[in-house]
C-alpha cells in the first residue's frame, strides 16, 4: 500500500472529508481520486517537468493575468469521494489551457465535519495576489530628460558669462605677465649753472650696451670686436658676457658692458649685428670744466644719483620722477608691440635745476692761483673762499688737492672733500679781529686807544711772545693789529673777560655750521668756560685753542665788512623747475654783531696791516685799492690733533671804505706764515675780483697810522 492510499483509509476511518493534493516544485496540484490502480499513482508521480507548457512565457503571463489560472475557467467536474461524505472538485490531468499551461489553483479551505485536532496542520493561507509591475511612462521620462538637459544648458551659459564678463579681469591678467613688456622712462636730471647761466654739470642723452649672455654664439670673438668701440679690453668684455646665473638659479640674461656711451658710438655697434648684443636709452652726466668747482659740484653714479658734492646735497631736486613705458608684446618671432593691446606710459618728469651764486670765470681764476701757490710752498692742503660781502653769496669756493668731476673713480677721497668746510684748523691770527671787534663793541677800546706792551705774558705756565717786540713801549691798537701782537691782544682780552669774547665768538658764527649747502660740513668747536685753564686766557683771543673752517672765519670777517651784520653764507642762487619758473633761494639768515660805527673803526684798524710799514700783510696790498686784512699762523687739526706743519692764512676786504668782497687764503704748508704765503696768493685773487666785477678803484688812500704814539 502506498503512502498515499494509506493516508486516504486514515481520513476515510475518521469519516473526515479532506482534499489530498500531491505538490509539484511548481506549486502545481494534482487531484488525487480514489482511483488506486497503477494508472492513480503514476498519475499522482507525474513530473513536473512533464506537465510544463512549450511556452515559456505562459507563466509570466499568467502572473499578469492576476494570478488566475485556467482551472476556475475550465469547469472541471466536481465527485464526492464515495463513503466518505467529502466532496472534491477534480480536474482532469489532461485539462490544458489551449498553450498546454499547467492549470494554476487558488488554494482552498477544506471542508470538513469534525473539529480540528491536535497536531493536525493548519489550512494554508490565501496569499493575495501579487500586483503586476507598473509600466514605464515615456511621457514622464521624455519630459524628466527634457528638464535635464535644459538644466544642463543654463549651467553651461551661466559659467560662459561668468567666464566672459565677472572673471574676464582675472584671466587675462594671469596672462598678462607673460606679454607684458616694461621700458624705463629715465627722468633727465637738472643741471646745475653758474649765477650768469653757465652749465657747471648737466647731463646728455647717450646709450647703454648690454650682453644676453644667453644668446652670445661667439664670446671671443665679440669682445674683440667691440673692444675698439668701447675702449675697454676684449678680455673685461670676455668676462662679463660669460653664462652666469643669479642668486634664484636662473640663468643671468643681462650684463651692462658699458654705460653713456656715445649715441654715434652705439650706432655702430648696432650695425655690427652681434647676437646678444643691444644698447638702449641711457644718460651721462658731462662737468665742462673736468676740474672746475669739482669739490663743489661733487658727482653722480651711473644711475644719475648724487654721492658728493652739491650733487648730492640737491639730489632730490635734481633727480626728478622717472617714468615708464607697459605695453603687451608678442613672444618668440612676434616680440613686438600687440596693436590694439594693453598699453600705459606713464610720462617722466624731469628734475629741476639749481643755479648757484658761484662765478664760473672768478672759480677758473681763484683755483688756479692757488694750485699755482701750494706748488711754489710745497702744500698739503689749501682753501680759498670769495664772499659778497653785501648778499653773503659765494662767488667762489675752491680746494686743493682737486680732481675731473667727469672721471671720480680715478681720484682719491682725500682729493674730493671741499676744503673750504672740512678743513678744520687752528686760525691763530686771523681769529685777533673777533677779539678787537667785542673790545669795540663793549667799548673796552676805541681806535685811538694805546697803552704799554711788553714782550712777553704768562697765562698760567705758559709764556706768550710777540714777534716785533715793542720792549713796553705803548703801542697803539693799529700798531698791535698791524704787528700781530700777542702780548697786547691778551691784554685787550683780559679787559673784556672770557665770558663775554665767547659770546661774540658765537655771534661771529664759530662753533656750528654755516649751513652754506656741502653736505658733511664741519661745525669747528669752542672751547665752553668750564674747560679754560690759565693759559686759556692766553690762547683763545689769540686764535689758538680754537676750531674752525675756512668758510667760518671768512663770514665772520663779512659781517665786519657789511657794517656789522653777519650774514649766513650760501651757495644756492635760484631753482629752475622742468617748465621755466625760477624760484629764488630763501632769504639768509642775519644777526647784527657790531654797529656800523665800531665795524668802520675796526675796517680801518685792519687797514694797518697792508700799510704800515714792516707789517705783517703788506704783501696782500692790492695797487688802486684800500685793504683790510689779517694774516694769521695756525695748525691744522685732524680729529682734534695737531698734525705736523703750519697753516698760514690771510683774511682781507677791499675797497676798505666800503667793502664789497672778501677773500680768504688758508694753506697747510711745512713751514711759513700768513704775510709769506697766504698774502700773495690773496693779493692775485683780489685783483682779479676787483677788475672781474668792476669795482672802481679807490678815490682816497689809507689813512697815516703811528704805531708808537
Given amino acids: 500500500m502506498s503512502p498515499r492510499t494509506g493516508e486516504r483509509d486514515v481520513e476515510s476511518g475518521l469519516g473526515g472529508i479532506s482534499d489530498a493534493r500531491a505538490y509539484t516544485p511548481r506549486g502545481r496540484s494534482i487531484r488525487e481520486g480514489g482511483v488506486s490502480g497503477g494508472a492513480g499513482r503514476a498519475e ?20 499578469l493575468d492576476g494570478g488566475r489560472g485556467t482551472a476556475g475557467r475550465s469547469g472541471g467536474p466536481t ?54 509591475p507598473r509600466l ?80 652670445v654664439e661667439d664670446i671671443a670673438g665679440t669682445a674683440r670686436a667691440l673692444s675698439p668701440l668701447l675702449g675697454m679690453p676684449a678680455s673685461e668684455l670676455a668676462e662679463k658676457m660669460k653664462p652666469r646665473k643669479r642668486i634664484n638659479g636662473v640663468d643671468s640674461q643681462f650684463e651692462y658692458l658699458a654705460r653713456g656711451v656715445d649715441i654715434g658710438r652705439a650706432k655702430e655697434i648696432m650695425a655690427l649685428k652681434l647676437p646678444g648684443i643691444a644698447t638702449a636709452r641711457d644718460e651721462r652726466r658731462e662737468v665742462p670744466g673736468g676740474d672746475l668747482a669739482a669739490n663743489l659740484i661733487g658727482f653722480t653714479s651711473l644711475d644719475m644719483v648724487g654721492l658728493e658734492g652739491l650733487e648730492a646735497r640737491f639730489d632730490d631736486v635734481l633727480h626728478g620722477e622717472d617714468g615708464q613705458r607697459v605695453f603687451e608684446v608678442g613672444l618668440g618671432d612676434l616680440a613686438a608691440p600687440i596693436p590694439g593691446g594693453y598699453s600705459r606710459t606713464t610720462k617722466a618728469k624731469p628734475g629741476s635745476s639749481v643755479v648757484l651764486t658761484v662765478d664760473r670765470d672768478l672759480q677758473y681764476m681763484v683755483q688756479r692761483i692757488l694750485s699755482e701757490q701750494m706748488q711754489q710752498v710745497q702744500g698739503s692742503t689749501g682753501a680759498a673762499v670769495v664772499l659778497d660781502a653785501r648778499t653773503g653769496e659765494v662767488l667762489s669756493q675752491a680746494s686743493h688737492p682737486t680732481y675731473n668731476a ?63 717786540q715793542a720792549n713796553g713801549r705803548r703801542m697803539s691798537v693799529a700798531g698791535m693789529m698791524a704787528y700781530s701782537s700777542n702780548v697786547g691782544t691778551i691784554q685787550i682780552a683780559d679787559k673784556l673777560g672770557a665770558e663775554r669774547l665767547l659770546d661774540y665768538q658765537r655771534r ?24 679754560w685753564s690759565d693759559s686759556s686766557h692766553g690762547s683763545v683771543p689769540i686764535g689758538h685753542s680754537v676750531d674752525a673752517t675756512p668758510l667760518q672765519m ?36 642775519t644777526r647784527q654783531v657790531l654797529s656800523p660805527a665800531n665795524a668802520a673803526a675796526l675796517r680801518t ?36 690733533k695737531k698734525q705736523p706743519g703750519e697753516v698760514a692764512s690771510f683774511i682781507g676786504m677791499a675797497p676798505a671804505e666800503n667793502p664789497r668782497y672778501v677773500i680768504a687764503v688758508f694753506v697747510h704748508s711745512p713751514s711759513g706764515g700768513g704775510g709769506q704765503i697766504a698774502a700773495p696768493a690773496f693779493r692775485e685773487m683780489m685783483t682779479f675780483t676787483l677788475r672781474h666785477f668792476k669795482v672802481p678803484p679807490s678815490t682816497e688812500p689809507a689813512p697815516r697810522f703811528t704805531v708808537f704814539p
Fill in 79 to 132: 465527485r464526492r469521494d464515495g463513503g466518505t461524505g467529502r466532496v472534491t472538485v477534480t480536474r482532469s490531468v489532461t485539462d490544458r489551457t489551449p498553450r498546454d499551461e499547467p492549470a494554476v489553483t487558488a488554494p482552498r479551505r477544506r471542508v470538513t465535519g469534525r473539529e480540528p485536532r491536535r497536531g493536525d496542520r493548519p489550512p494554508p493561507r490565501r496569499r493575495k495576489p501579487p500586483r503586476p
Fill in 508 to 531: 661771529f658764527g664759530l662753533g656750528k655750521p654755516t649751513e652754506v649747502g656741502m653736505p658733511g660740513e664741519a661745525s669747528g668747536r669752542l672751547l665752553p668756560l668750564a674747560e
Fill in 136 to 215: 514605464a511612462d515615456p511621457g514622464r521620462r521624455l519630459r524628466l530628460g527634457t528638464a535635464l538637459t535644459l538644466a544642463l544648458f543654463v549651467a553651461v551659459g551661466v559659467r560662459l558669462v561668468v567666464l566672459q564678463t565677472v572673471d574676464t579681469p582675472a584671466y587675462a591678467d594671469g596672462g598678462r605677465a607673460d606679454r607684458i613688456k616694461t621700458v624705463p622712462l629715465p627722468a633727465p636730471r637738472g643741471a646745475i649753472y653758474d649765477r650768469d647761466g653757465a652749465a657747471l654739470a648737466h647731463s646728455v642723452e647717450a646709450r647703454y650696451v648690454y650682453a644676453d649672455p644667453t644668446r
Fill in 605 to 640: 684798524i685792519m687797514e694797518a696791516v697792508t700799510t704800515v710799514e714792516g707789517a705783517t700783510g703788506v704783501g696782500a696790498a692790492v695797487p688802486g685799492y684800500r685793504v683790510a686784512g689779517k694774516t694769521g699762523t695756525g695748525w691744522r687739526l685732524v680729529d682734534g
Fill in 406 to 468: 667727469a672721471k671720480p673713480t680715478a681720484s682719491e677721497p682725500t682729493d674730493r672733500e671741499d676744503a673750504a668746510t672740512s678743513f678744520v684748523v687752528d686760525p691763530g691770527s686771523v681769529h685777533k679781529a673777533i677779539t678787537f671787534g667785542a673790545a669795540l663793541q663793549e667799548g673796552v677800546i676805541t681806535a685811538d686807544t694805546s697803552f704799554p706792551v711788553a714782550n712777553g705774558i704768562r697765562k698760567g705756565d705758559t709764556w706768550f711772545r710777540d714777534s716785533h
Fill in 44 to 63: 499522482q508521480r507525474r513530473t513536473p517537468r512533464s506537465n510544463r507548457s512549450q511556452d515559456p512565457f505562459r507563466p509570466a503571463l499568467q502572473v
Fill in 554 to 589: 671768512a663770514a665772520a670777517y663779512a659781517a665786519i665788512a657789511n657794517d656789522g651784520t653777519y650774514i649766513r653764507p650760501h651757495l644756492l642762487k635760484e631753482t629752475i623747475a622742468p617748465d621755466g619758473k625760477r624760484t629764488p633761494a630763501a632769504e639768509p639768515e
